[in-house]
């Protein structure tokens, strides 16, 4: 009997990839999803983009509770 553990993350980018594919399947979707818990953690986090500004893009949303806060990076590269 074999489980794989599936991250946190996944069913929030799963749901992420899934709307934003069925709305417009002009491109092609990277959903990367941070759940961290509050406590005086520190997080860092880095990363770089080489895309067309003109047709690709990104965007970062942040969620916050009393307990957690949430990341997600989309990227949106056009299909050409």
Do not use: R
Request: hydrophobic share 35%; aromatic share 10%; proline share 2%.
């Amino acid at each position: 009997d074999h489980h794989c553990h599936q991250p946190a993350g996944t069913a929030p980018a799963t749901q992420i990839i899934d709307k934003l594919s069925s709305t417009n399947k002009n491109f092609k979707y990277i959903v990367n999803v941070m759940l961290l818990a509050k406590g005086g953690n520190g997080f860092d986090i880095g990363g770089l983009s080489y895309y067309n500004g003109d047709m690709d893009g990104t965007v970062s949303i942040k969620w916050e509770s009393k307990y957690l806060t949430c990341i997600a990076i989309i990227y949106g590269i056009a299909n050409n």
